[in-house]
Structure formats: structure tokens, C-alpha cells
């Protein structure tokens, strides 16, 4: 009998929708068939974006308020063998459409009893993200078994840049000194690669020792010195989404001056302190060296421990 296989994703830009692909490409059909249930918010979520509407997206989703999903775009099966969720960070959390589905009743239902790979496409940080996945899956008794990430290989302030020209302007192109926007379309390619991986497990139905091959495949890389930076960025968040939020609904104009705010002071802060931040991060690792290694086992792993961040 086929092992079914269940891919569940948002995508915007058709980034995301490119590493499902590539990553289901690999399957064999012979043994496995495979439901694709791939949402669309296009009036929702348009793109490119405004600036307004994007800042606009932020308070929710950092304080996990989701919204309501009317549509299932296809009717699941009862039981699935396997599940890969894909999706993508937005202010260092799931996104805002991410975490409705997840959070979505018949989501959690299918989620139930079932192994879960998660597979996310990222500018650079998404450790907290996949820690709130891993808490909607916990809810959801779902068994996370399987972690795979790509990320934009250009550097910090280079990328930056170009994921905003992306954002903004809908230009993905190379442009002056700077790179193409995204995750490299090579390494999008290849993850049909990691592919067997997961297939060899799911025909033996043990999922156990799955993720230690996925690392040592360089499914994912976690980079110490990013984990502090991270977790600085993730409480100035909460504290930004609740201070806009408080400011009304979404139509607000109090609201709309603190999403203003906000939206002007990250990219510059982020800007200006990029250099002071990497050097102190460096020095933090030196000296926390053991601490961060064993944050970056777990980060690396499967395992949920509440308030890791």
C-alpha cells in the first residue's frame, strides 16, 4: 500500500512554493502519493506589498492572534502517513498566514497522532519561528521528526536590502553590487536530494534517528553567534506588537502612527547597530561558547522545551 503524504504551505512570492517542489520531486510514486493543500490570500496578503500593510501584518502575527480561514483547498484524507509543513518567518515569527493554518481547527485535526517534517524558507533567523511551530504542534499532538531549512546565503545588511527591493517593488533581480533576492535557486533545486532521507524512514515507519541524518546531510545550519541577536530581536518584537496593537484595530489612524514608528526605527537601528552587533555577538560567543553549543544542539534538533526564548 502507498505511504500518503500530506504538503501544507503558504506562499507569496512562489518561493516557498518552489522548495515543495523540489523537495516532493524526489518521492517515489510508486510508493507514496501525495496530496498538495496549498492556501491562497491573495486579496489578503497581495504583492508586492505596501509598506503600511506590511507593518501592518506585524502585531498579530508576534502575538499569535490568527485570523479566520473560510476555505480548505482540498478535502484531506483520514489519515496521512507522513506531513510536511512549509512555511516562513516574518518579524522573527511563523508568518501571519502560516500561523492561522496551523492554528486552524481542521489543521490541528489532521496534524493529530501524525509525524510532521517542517520545511522553512527564511532570510536568516527563524529559531524562534520554529519554536512556535513546535509549540502549535504540541497542541495539535502532532510528532515532529524532521527539521529542513534554507536560507538567503547573501550577507546581513546585502540582504536586507534586497528582500526589501523584493518586498516593496516586486524585483527579485540582481541589482548595482547586490545580489538576486532569496534563497539561492540552486539549493531550492536540490533539495529533491534530501528526499530518500525521508523515505527511508517512512517506509520503515520509524522516524527516530531522521533528523541526525537530515543534519548531517546540511539540511540546516544553525549559527551560534545568531542566537543571541535573535532572542534580543524577539523581545523588542513583543514589546513593539503589543504597544501597536493597544493603538486599535487595523483601520486605526492611533495605530497607524505606531506602526510609523515602528517601521521607521527597524530598518535604520538595524542598519546602524549591524556592525556593533556582530562584534559583540563574537565576543559573546567566546565567552559563552559552551552555553551557545548546547543551544545550538537543541535549536538543531526536534526536542521542545517551553520558554526557550
Known amino acids: 500500500m502507498k505511504k500518503q503524504i500530506l504538503f501544507i504551505w503558504y506562499s507569496q512570492t512562489g518561493q516557498l512554493s518552489n522548495m515543495v517542489h523540489s523537495l516532493a520531486s524526489g518521492f517515489d510514486k510508486e510508493h507514496c502519493e501525495i496530496d498538495y493543500c496549498q492556501y491562497k490570500f491573495e486579496k489578503r496578503f497581495p504583492f508586492p506589498w505596501t509598506k503600511r500593510y506590511f507593518f501592518n501584518q506585524m502585531p498579530e502575527g508576534v502575538l499569535g492572534i490568527p485570523f479566520e480561514i473560510d476555505e480548505q483547498p482540498i478535502v484531506f484524507k483520514e489519515k496521512y502517513d507522513l506531513i510536511i509543513f512549509a512555511y516562513q518567518p516574518w518579524f522573527l515569527h511563523p508568518s501571519l498566514p502560516s500561523m492561522s493554518i496551523i492554528k486552524n481547527d481542521k489543521i490541528q485535526k489532521v496534524l493529530k497522532n501524525t509525524p510532521v517534517i517542517t520545511l522553512i524558507g527564511a532570510r536568516n533567523m527563524w529559531l524562534h519561528a520554529q519554536e512556535k511551530i513546535k509549540e502549535y504542534l504540541c497542541e495539535a499532538q ?30 527579485k533581480d540582481a541589482y548595482f553590487i547586490f545580489p538576486p533576492a532569496g534563497i539561492n535557486e ?89 556592525p556593533i552587533t556582530f562584534i559583540s555577538n563574537k565576543i559573546k560567543a567566546l565567552i559563552n561558547k559552551d552555553k ?11 526536542l521542545f522545551i517551553s520558554n526557550k526564548f
Open 186 to 274: 540552486l539549493e531550492i533545486q536540490n533539495l529533491y536530494r534530501l528526499t530518500p532521507l525521508i523515505e527511508q524512514n517512512l517506509q520503515s515507519t520509524n522516524f527516530e534517528n531522521l533528523q541526525s541524518k537530515l543534519l548531517d546531510a546540511k539540511a540546516l545550519q544553525v549559527k551560534p553567534q545568531l542566537i543571541p541577536l535573535e532572542q534580543r530581536g524577539v523581545t523588542n518584537f513583543r514589546k513593539f506588537a503589543k504597544w501597536i496593537y493597544e493603538g486599535g484595530d487595523k483601520n486605526s489612524e492611533n495605530r497607524y502612527k505606531r506602526e510609523w514608528v515602528f517601521s521607521f526605527l527597524l530598518p535604520k537601528v538595524a542598519t546602524l547597530l549591524s
Open 142 to 171: 502532532a510528532n515532529l521528526v524532521g527539521n529542513i531549512v534554507l536560507v538567503d546565503s547573501a550577507k546581513n545588511l546585502a540582504s536586507m536590502f534586497t528582500v526589501q527591493r523584493w518586498m516593496f517593488k516586486g524585483k
Open 292 to 302: 551557545l553549543l548546547k543551544d545550538k544542539a537543541y535549536f538543531e534538533s526536534v
